[in-house]
């Protein structure tokens, strides 16, 4: 096996991971900003944090990355396919960032191993696809959309007779605790998509077996690359999710952030499926609006960002195959 094409392999995982800190630091941190409970620095300083500490919380989903979406590929072949997939879901990543929309890099990531493997010949573990990504995918954001919109009804009818003023500001501060509670559960799904990635690529190198725990500096830079991703900050999408969707104040966002983390932290330790923080969060939030009245949700916003949804993971499959092709082309 060759040397260079696992370091590359390794370096272009790790580049996603980056790429989706920046990509996806509005998740944990959108609401938090926009509802003034944390100055943007502050807030990407601690989300960096926990995401750091979040990426060692588990390795389930990092396992269902590795062993349960598609057959791993063997030799050079192998290590192509893993290339291509990681081109894919960068490609995505970056387009959907230049034009503001939140996205799913995780969905990117699945899109581009399966349009790789199809395109390298590899079987796809359809059963796994579907109920670890298809179902999670359209199952998460519609408890994220009813539990925000209860999480939020119970909170009004709490504090309903409590000073507003008091109450905010109680809730500002709590909102650094929700804001925390997201960028750790953040970190437990996003980073051990990659640790997925890195281990299947040793895999293929011969240098681990199949089903070896998860090795600690696979764990420790997927950790490090995803938490100064976080720290670059993707200020685009801040934008789409602090203000486009709905004006929030400090009870909502805590309340959105309160539920889209209760969703991750579900979906990891009670399914390992590897679900998307962004899906959860713009859901909740969602949710949270709607408790105002129907209309104050900007549904306009909300459509384009479900579009973008739908279209990720066969957009990003597409250029993971275009890319296998070229790599096939260039080296054989």
């Not at 993707?234 to 805590?254: K, N, S």
Request: proline share 4%; glycine share 10%.
């Amino acid at each position: 096996m060759d040397t260079f094409a696992l370091v590359v392999t390794i370096g272009v995982a790790l580049f996603f991971t980056y790429t989706n800190g920046f990509h996806d630091s509005a998740n944990a941190i959108a609401t938090s900003v926009s509802t003034r409970a944390l100055t943007p620095r502050a807030a990407l300083a601690m989300a960096a944090v926990m995401n750091l500490a979040g990426a060692f919380l588990g390795s389930g989903v990092a396992k269902t990355v590795s062993e349960g979406l598609i057959q791993t590929p063997e030799g050079d072949k192998g290590m192509g396919i893993l290339f291509a997939a990681l081109v894919g879901a960068i490609v995505w990543n970056l387009v959907t960032w230049y034009y503001g929309l939140p996205s799913s890099s995780s969905h990117a990531l699945f899109g581009g191993m399966v349009g790789a493997a199809l395109a390298g010949g590899i079987d796809v573990i359809w059963s796994g696809v579907i109920e670890k990504i298809v179902i999670p995918m359209f199952v998460s954001p519609f408890v994220g959309l009813v539990l925000g919109y209860l999480v939020m009804v119970a909170i009004l009818w709490m504090f309903r007779n409590s000073n507003p003023h008091k109450a905010k500001r109680g809730f500002r501060i709590a909102q650094t605790v929700s804001a925390a509670g997201m960028a750790l559960g953040h970190g437990l799904q996003d980073a051990q998509k990659t640790m997925g990635i890195v281990v299947m690529a040793l895999v293929i190198a011969d240098v681990e077996d199949s089903g070896d725990p998860i090795p600690v500096w696979v764990k420790i830079v997927c950790a490090l690359m995803l938490s100064l991703g976080t720290y670059a900050g993707g200020w685009r999408i801040m934008r789409t999710l602090g203000r486009r969707i709905i004006e929030l104040d400090p009870p909502q966002g805590f309340a959105a952030e309160t539920t889209a983390a209760s969703v991750m932290y579900t979906a990891s330790f009670m399914f390992h499926a590897p679900i998307s923080t962004t899906h959860v969060i713009t859901s909740g939030i969602m949710g949270v609006g709607a408790t105002r009245r129907v209309k104050a949700v900007r549904w306009g916003v909300a459509k384009n960002i479900i579009m973008g949804w739908f279209i990720t993971m066969p957009a990003a499959a597409v250029v993971a195959a275009v890319s296998y092709w070229i790599v096939r082309l260039a080296f054989g």
